[in-house]
């Protein structure tokens, strides 16, 4: 059978590596939610250029339907 010590050095082997394994668990569930926090920030800010762009694409079709009807009764003097 084995020795008291020799089962006390196990016992703390398996702590210390079961504490080591929590450690990298913490350290990637850490950078999960950055990198989670990161897309969100990108989604927003891809949300935003998105509704500029199509405020602006908006503005300028109106522009030129209003061009083009100011032409069309312009040629129709």
């Known amino acids: 059978m084995e020795r008291p010590d020799e089962i006390l050095e ?3 082997e398996i ?3 079961s504490r080591e394994h929590l450690d990298e668990y913490k350290a990637a569930a850490q950078r999960s939610i950055e990198l989670q926090q990161k897309a969100v920030a990108r989604a927003e800010n891809i949300g ?3 509704r ?3 405020i602006v694409s ?3 079709i109106v522009g030129i339907i209003i061009l083009i009807i100011y032409l069309m009764s312009f040629l129709r003097r």
């Open 10 to 12: 196990l016992l703390h």
């Open 15 to 17: 702590r210390d590596i």
């Open 48 to 50: 935003r250029i998105y």
């Open 52 to 54: 500029i762009a199509l």
């Open 58 to 60: 908006a503005v300028l």
